[in-house]
């Protein structure tokens, strides 16, 4: 069988291929990967502010403390859809909140990490692509500067270490107005770093897992 994804579509993917760390069986034999795309969210603390603030929503929706999984399970379709609205509508731009997270079972790490130390599915034919410019749709026109572009990262990644985030902001991603990186806007700057951190690096991960027999 033949597995296709686009963007989330293709992340999945993505995880299911490293699923259990390659322990098991997949029930697909080929798969398909246009932009395999999801947010890494490689701290358990990222996922328990998001999980804190679920709640903390659902008990203004509801009118009551949702304070367990189990209360939230019993809350209305239409408190769900509203809890969920305001957590995306609130979010960073480009955002979305929820996506897959490491488990420590069925995402024992992050596939990136899982797929370079050999721990994935490899009895697979994998067809793997992006697009150019992917993260421009993601990237907000509203930023004005390099402490604009520092909030958006850090917002990204609650949990870095500020000598992360200013690796990521002054070396991979440095501020310029003379297009030496590529770019001479800050729409421009977002776009290849949202580009690279949610789109293209899991196709050089998939590429390189597989030793470039990935039809890319």
Do not use: W
């Amino acid at each position: 069988m033949t597995v296709i994804g686009e963007s989330a579509g293709g992340g999945s993917i993505e995880h299911q291929i490293t699923a259990y760390g390659g322990q098991g069986e997949v029930p697909f034999q080929q798969a398909i990967l246009q932009s395999p795309g999801f947010k890494p969210k490689p701290d358990f603390a990222e996922q328990e502010a998001i999980f804190q603030k679920t709640l903390s929503y659902a008990s203004l929706i509801a009118g009551k403390k949702i304070a367990t999984v189990h209360d939230l399970a019993a809350l209305s379709f239409t408190e769900l859809f509203l809890t969920n609205y305001i957590l995306v509508g609130t979010a960073a731009y480009g955002d979305f909140v929820f996506g897959p997270v490491v488990d420590g079972n069925f995402v024992p790490d992050l596939p990136g990490k899982l797929l370079i130390e050999g721990h994935f599915h490899h009895d697979l034919n994998v067809m793997v692509a992006y697009n150019s410019a992917e993260g421009l749709v993601f990237s907000s026109p509203f930023f004005q500067n390099t402490s604009d572009f520092d909030a958006y990262v850090q917002s990204l990644l609650p949990a870095a270490s500020p000598s992360v985030i200013t690796y990521i902001t002054d070396v991979l991603y440095p501020d310029t107005t003379h297009g030496a990186q590529g770019y001479e806007t800050q729409l421009a700057r977002t776009s290849d770093f949202y580009s690279e951190f949610v789109f293209s690096c899991n196709t050089r991960y998939l590429d390189l897992a597989f030793k470039n027999k990935t039809y890319a």
